[in-house]
């Protein structure tokens, strides 16, 4: 069966610090591949996103996620951390073609930032 | 435009009492679809729509009903609310079935 692996559920850093989130899927086909964003009390928001390309993927607020096919990864990644990057963040693959209903979350990591 | 709202933001029910769940966007989306969220498990996949008059089930269907009569409203129904549907419920659409999916802000529901 498929699924979306997120290693850490929680992390805690001091502001500049760097971050990397790690990210798995198991399936073997194409898939387009998101990071969500879920800052406090709002709802979830695209951080980035990965369908076909350069496998290094800039999103806003300065994260990036490199999509390494052979290791079935995408990590999400942060030079250094802010304190409003405080939210909770989820991976999610969508398998294609023919795949909008296998839209599969991973189970999230909160992230917190300490000034 | 207002994206994707949802209402009521809060709800209280009992166990055993119905209620449904409202979803709109005004993005003319094709793909409207119900999540819901809980601690340490992400958020899963109630039931999707491609197209106005077209719903399938996605990973958690129990207990909960669909319909989509215009494109732009896909309420979700709990026929007969329990302890275990007590969830933050989020409603998505996309343009595209492989496009992002927006957001709505969510439905907190506790059933007691």
């Known amino acids: 069966a498929q699924s979306v692996s997120q290693h850490n559920h929680h992390v805690i850093l001091s502001e500049a610090a760097s971050l990397e989130l790690g990210c798995n899927y198991s399936?073997?086909?194409?898939?387009?591949l998101f990071w969500y964003v879920q800052y406090p009390g709002q709802h979830l928001q695209l951080l980035l996103k990965?369908?076909?390309?350069?496998?290094l993927v800039k999103g806003i607020k300065g994260f990036e996620a490199e999509f390494i096919k052979s290791k079935f990864s995408f990590n999400l990644r942060k030079p250094s951390v802010q304190w409003s990057d405080t939210a909770e963040y989820f991976c999610?693959?969508?398998?294609?073609?023919?795949?909008?209903?296998?839209?599969?979350f991973g189970a999230g990591t909160r992230l917190a930032v300490h000034p | 435009n207002a994206g994707v709202t949802q209402t009521p933001e809060f709800q209280v029910l009992k166990t055993g009492q119905s209620m449904t769940l409202q979803c709109a966007q005004d993005m003319n989306h094709e793909y409207m679809s119900w999540y819901r969220q809980d601690p340490g498990m992400g958020l899963r996949l109630i039931h999707y729509s491609v197209g106005a008059g077209i719903t399938d089930q996605g990973e958690v269907p129990n207990g909960y009903n669909v319909s989509r009569s215009t494109t732009e409203d896909f309420p979700l129904r709990l026929l007969s609310a329990a302890p275990s549907q007590t969830s933050v419920y989020f409603c998505?659409?996309?343009?595209?079935?492989?496009?992002?999916?927006?957001f709505g802000p969510g439905t907190r529901l506790l059933v007691l």
């Open positions: 998505a659409s996309s343009r595209d079935r492989q496009e992002t999916q927006y």
């Open positions: 999610a693959v969508n398998l294609r073609p023919g795949g909008y209903n296998k839209l599969i």
């Open positions: 399936y073997g086909g194409t898939v387009n």
């Open positions: 990965y369908f076909s390309g350069d496998p």
